[in-house]
């Protein structure tokens, strides 16, 4: 007998986590910032551990593929974080130099990967880690954001406009 937690199960991992969309939440203020962020000019992108399938159902589901100009995915690199290779594709997607990116993460992986690939880091404090996972010096952030809309206090209109 098979059940749904054995090998041969009713459904793969990935079919599981599949039922489980309706739990992604997107934290609040987040859209508005981003909203704003494309109003002022920035290019936007998103590097995600997620596979390409999930990244692309989740950013649809609450809109925020149509935010975005470039998506990283699990699919499109090698290497992965905390290495710099996806970082790095998401700012050839962009046409952008590295040194011109700013990068949010809420990990200790994301915000190592950003350091390592040039790029400026802030960290995303509403994540769910703790602060002490933050204690390697190679995980220390140029930024620290309590809340989304701190970001635009560092991001002003690009080319001084708005």
Not at 2 to 27: C, K, M
Not at 33 to 45: D, H, M, Q, T
Not at 81 to 110: I, M, N, Q, Y
Request: proline content about 8%; overall charge negative; hydrophobic content about 45%.
């Amino acid at each position: 007998m098979q059940g749904p937690n054995t090998l041969g199960g009713w459904l793969s991992y990935r079919e599981h986590l599949a039922t489980l969309d309706h739990l992604i939440t997107v934290f609040p203020g987040w859209l508005e910032v981003l909203s704003e962020l494309r109003s002022r000019g920035y290019l936007l992108g998103i590097v995600t551990s997620k596979a390409a399938a999930a990244a692309n159902r989740h950013l649809a589901l609450h809109s925020l593929d149509t935010l975005l100009d470039a998506v990283i995915t699990l699919d499109d690199t090698i290497n992965h974080k905390p290495d710099p290779e996806p970082f790095l594709a998401a700012a050839a997607r962009l046409g952008v130099t590295p040194e011109v990116c700013l990068a949010v993460g809420d990990s200790p992986w994301d915000i190592i990967a950003a350091n390592r690939a040039g790029m400026m880091s802030a960290l995303a404090e509403w994540g769910l880690f703790d602060p002490r996972a933050f204690s390697d010096p190679e995980a220390q952030a140029d930024f620290r954001l309590p809340s989304p809309d701190h970001l635009l206090a560092i991001c002003p209109p690009v080319g001084g406009g708005k």
